[in-house]
């Protein structure tokens, strides 16, 4: 039976996928607490960042046991599966897919050993130089098929627990220091051997992740939602560049490069929960004020501002706050219908995003309504939202977008549609509000966003709306979410799924580059 996901974010349209993060990570090292539960409430507080499977290793200290599945968190565990899962550390994960495809071989933890124990592992973000560590590889063993590759696994993170085991030292620490500097892209690491967690963030932060207390332990996490659900204490950001390790002697903290932060925008947009704070900044506070500052640029005589639940919920209250128009809830979401296993009838198909939200008909009938919404990719949600709203009677329709127009796909780890899908890539705006219905759109400009964060622009990765990528990409036959379910010698472009990346036909030159930071 399906159980209902807890979801804030979910795909309206099934043919109209929202960007997915990669993944939600989570680590505890707490002796005395039952660890595994607290994993499983830190996941279920991830959900938002991977749906497609989800796993948990724990160890007593003198053995890591693990169990992965497809599915939720409320999906792959219960009771009796967590209450084996015994131990004074754990490592949790749950995944959506931008390296590999969603199959059960590539769930994580992933479990590897070293000289210094067995390592379980969980990675969010996204690898660009998996071919080279592939490469290294089949050069010291000749072949690929080595550790969980060599059990089906195809994603970059069974790439870094393979290489750990050959890094040189007289620690796991030591090992992980020796292989970090030779990672690049983005990377938020939980990983543990038998007695010690250790956590690790790419040198531009791409992805968040953060450190908590417990009164009698420590958790690591990609969000502070985690935290609080576990009844931790948030202590501080894992800095870009840092590993920490925590074990009985404390948390340890090192560095194995210079910080050069490129913090993702779209964190603050959509992918992050509103309870979120990235580098000092509240998640809410940065989409009520991009809200706010879209009114500021683009205001229509109207009668209502309603939102597209939830992820447009905060730029609306921002919208109807600047521009003095009454906030109206003109949709009602079913909470019970954020991911189904259950494949609809053609009929059901037919209603599409009536089976997840429903329009308040006398909230919108003769009204003049903005409606607001976090991103565009396609097209279709917000052609099937336009549409219920005519059909319940709204005068007009205004759409407003808190988030400048996506044009470029990302390869640091968001799942976003194809660069010749996305419906503002080649598309006028006019061809776009023609496209969905309405009788006018605007979306926030890319300086009212970037306000908004109060972050410094260069501090922030943008390329998915600039085209501008601050991580240097590697020639497109050497990426790909289908990378490594290629041969290793093949040298056609991997294909497949949702890739992360441009077409075939889109070479990179193409592609505006920023020069790599040093």
């Not at 900044?281 to 205001?299: F, H, I, P």
């Not at 109206?328 to 198909?349: C, D, H, M, W």
């Not at 410094?456 to 590697?474: D, M, N, Q």
Request: aromatic fraction near 6%.
């Amino acid at each position: 039976m399906a159980h209902n996901d807890g979801q804030l974010n979910f795909n309206l349209l099934d043919e109209d996928p929202l960007p997915q993060d990669e993944c939600g990570v989570f680590g505890v090292w707490a002796p005395g607490e039952e660890v595994s539960k607290l994993a499983y409430y830190g996941l279920y507080a991830l959900q938002h960042r991977g749906q497609e499977s989800a796993g948990i290793a724990a160890s007593d200290g003198k053995s890591i046991r693990v169990y992965k599945d497809l599915g939720l968190v409320s999906q792959v565990f219960d009771e009796s599966t967590l209450n084996s899962l015994t131990g004074h550390i754990a490592v949790g994960h749950c995944r959506y897919s931008t390296t590999g495809a969603s199959q059960w071989s590539n769930a994580q933890p992933t479990l590897g050993d070293t000289p210094h124990g067995t390592v379980a592992l969980g990675h969010n973000g996204n690898l660009t130089n998996s071919a080279d560590l592939r490469d290294r590889i089949i050069e010291r063993h000749g072949r690929a098929d080595f550790g969980e590759l060599n059990q089906g696994n195809t994603t970059d993170t069974a790439l870094v627990t393979a290489l750990l085991k050959e890094q040189p030292g007289e620690s796991l620490e030591d090992q992980a220091m020796a292989l970090l500097p030779t990672l690049e892209g983005a990377f938020c690491l939980v990983f543990m051997n038998e007695n010690t967690l250790y956590a690790a963030r790419d040198p531009h932060g791409v992805r968040p992740l953060v450190l908590g207390r417990l009164a009698r332990g420590w958790v690591v996490a990609s969000e502070q939602s985690a935290l609080a659900t576990v009844g931790a204490s948030v202590i501080r950001e894992i800095e870009p560049g840092e590993l920490i390790a925590i074990d009985s002697d404390g948390v340890r903290s090192h560095r194995f490069a210079a910080a050069t932060p490129s913090r993702c925008v779209f964190e603050y947009v959509y992918l992050a929960r509103p309870d979120a704070n990235i580098n000092g900044r509240s998640v809410y506070e940065s989409r009520v004020e991009m809200g706010r500052q879209l009114a500021r640029e683009d205001t229509h005589d109207a009668d209502i501002v309603i939102p597209v639940p939830e992820s447009g919920t905060p730029a609306a209250v921002g919208y109807a706050e600047a521009s003095g128009l009454p906030f109206a809830l003109g949709f009602i979401k079913n909470a019970y219908v954020g991911r189904t296993f259950i494949e609809p009838s053609q009929t059901l198909r037919q209603l599409g995003i009536r089976l997840k939200l429903n329009v308040q008909d006398h909230v919108v009938r003769g009204k003049r309504v903005v409606v607001v919404d976090d991103s565009i990719v396609r097209g279709n949600t917000q052609r099937a939202i336009v549409r219920m709203l005519k059909e319940a009677g709204a005068a007009e329709i205004h759409v407003k977008i808190s988030s400048p127009p996506v044009k470029w796909p990302c390869f640091y780890g968001i799942d976003f549609a194809s660069r010749a899908e996305l419906i503002a890539n080649g598309a006028t705006m006019d061809e776009i509000t023609q496209a969905v219905g309405a009788d006018s759109l605007a979306y926030i400009s890319e300086d009212g966003m970037i306000a908004a964060t109060q972050q410094p622009r260069s501090t922030l990765c943008t390329a998915c709306f600039s085209g501008v990528y601050p991580i240097k990409l590697p020639p497109e036959s050497r990426r790909g979410k289908m990378l490594l379910e290629q041969p290793a010698d093949s040298t056609l472009t991997p294909a497949g799924g949702c890739e992360p990346g441009p077409d075939a036909e889109f070479e990179l030159d193409e592609i505006p580059l920023a020069e790599a930071k040093k």
